[in-house]
């Protein structure tokens, strides 16, 4: 047998746990894909605000001219009439 004090790299003789290892890098592994989810998902949050914004804005337009056809209707009756 050898005697672990004689010289060398103490990595030589120090117990390597692949295990341990794997699981660390999963878990670094992990948290990365967790950010970019995050990123993605707030990216998709604020394009679905915009699209709603342009929604209301085109259902406030459609309304704004169904009533002024109305209002029009209104005023041509009353100058015919």
Do not use: C, K
């Not at 672990?4 to 030589?12: A, F, H, K, M, P």
């Not at 989810?37 to 406030?60: D, G, H, P, Q, Y």
């Amino acid at each position: 047998m050898s005697e672990r004090g004689t010289g060398g790299s103490r990595y030589l003789y120090a117990p390597f746990d692949a295990a341990n290892a794997r699981i660390e890098a999963n878990e670094r592994v992990q948290d990365e894909r967790w950010q970019a989810l995050t990123f993605r998902l707030e990216a998709i949050e604020a394009a679905i605000e915009r699209l709603e914004r342009r929604l209301w804005l085109a259902v406030f337009g459609v309304v704004s001219v169904i009533l002024a056809q109305g209002v029009h209707e209104l005023m041509q009756m009353n100058g015919a009439g």
